[in-house]
């Protein structure tokens, strides 16, 4: 079953806007990854926060992570038309060492 | 450098015919993994080998799924008898290795659709 759950399944903003996408989950984890899934690049690791990390930032994108809630936000700001695209949170097992559990996404729509 | 490959791209298939799946993984990574995504879908776990090591098949569906690896190379994806619930994107990736941080590399996938 899946682990993560990403919330809303899909969002609409303008460009320019912040978007915001958030994941929750249910077992202890090692890590938490966001990708981006579009038709022209497949499928790209965004960026990956540790377990006892609470906040990363990678260029335009700020994840956060709340253990105690299992929970992650991924914020991209001033967005952009090439930010369209589907976003998803994997976890990785605090069990496991390969094992990437899947949420079904949120699906980014940025408007002209 | 390259990337990961698959090939197909696209595969059009008749029920209860037999399919493979190509990956080529970036050279030198040791892990590999395969997964099944489903239209708006997360990605399943399938299978993943690791150099030499038994391969963790924990996420085949069923026994008409199996997936060889010869040596840190070229992977394949056999779905026997396909039905038409097997149609999916299937996605392959690799790792340099495993461990908390490995980051995974994708391939551009395999749409496979059972008619």
Same mark, same amino acid.
């Given at each position: 079953s899946q682990q993560g759950e990403e919330d809303p399944q899909a969002l609409s903003i303008q460009e320019g806007e912040n978007a915001t996408m958030n994941c929750s989950y249910k077992t202890s984890i090692n890590n938490l990854q966001w990708y981006r899934q579009n038709s022209g690049r497949g499928l790209v690791h965004l960026i990956l926060i540790r377990s006892n990390e609470r906040e990363k930032h990678s260029g335009r994108l700020r994840v956060t992570l709340d253990t105690s809630k299992k929970s992650s936000s991924l914020l991209i700001t001033?967005?952009?038309?090439?930010?369209t695209a589907s976003y998803f949170c994997a976890t990785k097992r605090e069990d496991s060492n390969y094992q990437l559990i899947w949420g079904a996404g949120t699906k980014l729509i940025i408007k002209p | 450098g390259a990337g990961v490959s698959q090939s197909p791209s696209n595969k059009v298939t008749e029920k209860g015919k037999d399919v493979e799946l190509r990956c080529d993984p970036i050279s030198g990574h040791t892990a590999l993994y395969w997964y099944r995504q489903r239209l708006g879908q997360g990605l399943e776990f399938l299978i993943y080998f690791q150099g030499?090591?038994?391969? &963790?098949?924990?996420?085949?569906?069923? &026994?008409?799924f199996s997936a060889e690896r010869t040596g840190e190379s070229v992977s394949t994806l056999t779905i026997q008898?396909?039905?038409?619930? &097997?149609?999916a994107v299937y996605l392959c990736a690799s790792s340099l290795g495993v461990g908390v941080q490995e980051t995974q590399y994708f391939g551009p996938g395999t749409r496979l659709l059972v008619l």
């Open positions: 001033a967005s952009r038309a090439a930010d | 030499n090591s038994a391969p &963790d098949k924990s996420g085949l569906p069923s &026994d008409r008898r396909t039905q038409q619930e &097997d149609s």
